[in-house]
Nanobody, 123 residues
């Protein structure tokens, strides 16, 4: 059973940057797509970014051009580089593994959710 652990969150000023990591243990990322989602207090979980096993990237409109997703299969790790952060990016960020569908922005297509890492952007 693959377990995912997120790290790299923290408190940052608006305009700053953070790099999140999602490390897999108990298995490999394999040929599955990986995704990042976020959830702010009182809001539903929303799609942030996804990357396929052939490194095709997908982004939500609010983060496109500011965030970059990448993966290192040798390290079993997925990254989310977040630049030009805004207060509205404040949320708990989660990574998860796609079950093999092409529904990259649909959270129901993902399993093995991590515990999340908190990102707080101060304005």
């Amino acid at each position: 059973q693959v377990q995912l652990v997120e790290s790299g969150g923290g408190l940052v000023q608006a305009g700053g940057s953070l790099r999140l990591s999602c490390a897999a243990s108990g298995g490999t990322l394999g040929s599955y797509a990986m995704g990042w989602f976020r959830q702010a207090p009182g809001k539903e979980r929303e799609f942030v970014a996804a990357i396929t096993w052939i490194n095709r990237e997908y982004y939500s409109d609010p983060v496109r051009g500011r965030f970059t997703i990448s993966r290192d299969n040798a390290k079993n790790t997925v990254y989310l580089q977040m630049n030009s952060l805004k207060s509205e990016d404040t949320a708990m960020y989660y990574c998860a593994r796609n079950i093999g569908t092409s529904y990259y922005s649909d959270s129901t297509a993902y399993v093995n959710w991590g515990q999340g890492t908190q990102v707080t952007v101060s304005s």
